[in-house]
């Protein structure tokens, strides 16, 4: 086996993302392995949400407990990956000039790890330092006393931006549009808890694991639209003292119905307006998307921070950001003077990473060409005219709706498990076939399209990437989707074609 990572460090996510504030919005217990007994024991997490800096210790760890860094070659760039017929093998090149040839070619590349910096005007012409948040300086920035701007208000930002404010001599948020966020209420792990927990894992682990996102929103089986309004207000309230993401689990058809949605939006922007004391700067901060449609964020202090003086909000939804110029960018005519610019501007989600690697297939398929009108794939895991390769936590699984660190086990697994079926009967390739795929990729939409979720302008759907075609492309319904991998897998890979 050979690993290819364009980083100088191990970690993924966890290593690029250093930005001030990164942390998980999963509990830490419950976003970690649970492929070893042992290594469940023995880690210790500190925080209820751990922080980058954690995940990214706990991520070398398993790294030396393992031995895996033998395999593992840094720094180095997969460039193209090319299937030749007659031999049967994948021929992999990196920009370190490697050539190397596989039988098999399984693409770890993540779902949110292809940068995406808008093309604003006069970027280039910017003389102040500048940052993409998913590629922060390790040795960090020092912005003390610096005017700082900050591009972009998802869950980036949403984590980096009171710390930036605490950071910087004044801060400005060029917010486009505005986005749920519930207070994390993280504390300190109590050691009781993490004892308890570590005395019967598999229990604790349960509800991340069935829960219809594999995660734990504490959903609960009540259908919101029978409740009435006290009902419903109750139920908002006690979700957000305890913290998390939990209000989006309030109810059953919260993500299904929208007067139900609705009720959850106006309650959380109730609490904004309750927290920000500008009436003005309030209303700028107010979601009018379907709660969950956009991923909303678990938040320390994100609205609070709009009441320091020295942090001001411009909004940028009617007048966009006509420039960039030597010393900042200009809005709306004004010019916004600025030492440093962070873009906390997302990703091209889902398939950036691949579509940025030149894959072909058979007969000289590429995949960008494949994917011109949107990603196709059967399970997320195979794709038509591309033998023996594997996508972990590709485009139609559950993978960014869900526990991120299970769905790669279950991928890691089921891949696995494959790989040993098919040497064990002298099999060869394997290639996921056009009707399967076709019937797949019609599923992940039926599905979607029964929820709120394809009804705003989210990475979801591609839709922060102009010109991307506007397709839904996670899986919703982790559980089902489990049920159905190893079904595929019972039978004999069903879906797949299997050839000597
Ligand atoms: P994001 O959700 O895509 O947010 C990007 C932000 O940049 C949005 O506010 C977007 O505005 C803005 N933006 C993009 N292009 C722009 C332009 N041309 N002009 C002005 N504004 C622009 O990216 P992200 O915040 O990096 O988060 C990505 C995902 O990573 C999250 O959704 C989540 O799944 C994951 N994540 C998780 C955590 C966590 O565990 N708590 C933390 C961070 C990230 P629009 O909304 O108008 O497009």
Redesign the pocket.
Known sequence: MQVYEAGTGIGGTWFW?RYPG?????ESLAYSYEFSKDLEQEWNWTERYASQPEILKYANHVADRFDLRRDIALETRVESAVYDEASGRWTVRTDRGDEVTAQYCIMATGC?SAR?T?D?PGIDRYRGQHFH??DWPEEGVDLAGKRVGI???????I?AIPILAEESGHLFV????P?FSMPARNTPMDPEYQARVKANYPAFRKPFISGMFGLDFNPNDRIGATATDAERRAEFEARWAAGGLGVVGAFADLFVNPEVNEAAADFIRGQICETVADPEVAELLLPDTPVGC??P??DTDYFETYNRENVTLVD?RKS??EELTEGGLRVNGCEYDLDAIVF????DAMTGALLRIDIRGREGRTLQGKWAEGPKTFLGLGVESFPNLFTITGPGSPS?LANMIPAIEQHVNWIADCITYMSGRGLARIEATEEAETAWVAHVNEIAHRTIYPTC?S?YVGA?IPGKPRIFTPYLGFPRYVKRCDEVAASGYEGFRLEP
């Open positions: 993302n990164a942390r998980c919005d999963v949110l995406n808008p604003f948040t998913g591009i972009g208000t998802g869950s980036t930002a984590q060029f917010q486009r549009t986005n956009k991923r964020c678990a940028i966009p950001i906390a501007t997302g990703f960014v302008n990475w922060n």
